[in-house]
């Protein structure tokens, strides 16, 4: 049985402002830090065998406050990296409104066809981060596994293992900075849900929105 925890980076300071952070980075707050030492709490017992990031920073950071003392290297995978977001990398919502509606109305219309200026499609990123997945868990086998990734490859991963379209509200509702999900693969690849979007390690802290 391989045995999956997912994450996602924490807090950062474009999320706290509201921009949008594709492929481009920006440091992770005072709150996302104490997330991810409170996540770190939290699997401090879990014996994992490997730790897959997102090579951008923001996750890279987060999984290194969250492995703790375990004495186990990080790998990172390209394909986890959160959607390139083109041209409107670092812009507020209203500025892109303002500046480029069309654009916008296209995308939200039809993710799947029309995708952000230079940057990629919801289809071009859901396919890039699905064989991501696989490969994590075909080379992680029967071991027990930590992905730190982002809101939009998580939500392209939730979409994979429940079987559902991601629609063009997708980026409305991934899942909270730091939270943890679980998930069992079996020898058949059959996949069952152990929990998700957990963040009671969160709850009563200054990290918990």
């Given at each position: ?19 949008f ?47 703790g ?20 990398e ?86 909270s900075n ?32």
């Amino acid at each position: 049985m391989t045995r999956i925890y997912i994450t996602r980076h924490g807090e950062t300071e474009w999320n706290k402002q509201r921009r949008f952070q594709g492929n481009k980075d920006s440091a992770l707050t005072d709150k996302g830090i104490m997330a991810a030492e409170l996540l770190s709490d939290r699997i401090e017992d879990i014996d994992l065998d490997c730790i897959v990031a997102s090579p951008l920073k923001r996750a890279y950071r987060t999984a290194e406050i969250v492995k703790g003392n375990k004495e186990i290297d990080i790998e990172t995978h390209d394909g986890l990296m959160e959607i390139n977001l083109g041209d409107f990398e670092g812009m507020r919502w209203d500025e892109i409104v303002e500046g480029h509606g069309d654009v916008i109305d296209k995308i939200k219309n039809d993710p799947f066809k029309y995708g952000y200026p230079n940057g990629e499609s919801l289809i071009q990123f859901y396919n890039r981060v699905e064989n991501a997945f696989k490969e994590v868990v075909e080379k992680c086998r029967g071991k027990n596994v930590l992905i730190v990734a982002h809101g939009g490859t998580i939500k392209c991963i939730e979409s994979y293992i429940r079987k559902f379209k991601i629609n063009n509200d997708w980026m409305g509702t991934v899942v909270s900075n730091c939270s943890l999900s679980c998930f069992e693969v079996d020898d058949k690849d059959e996949i069952k849900e152990i929990f998700y979007n957990d963040v009671e390690h969160l709850k009563g802290s200054a990290a918990f929105n």
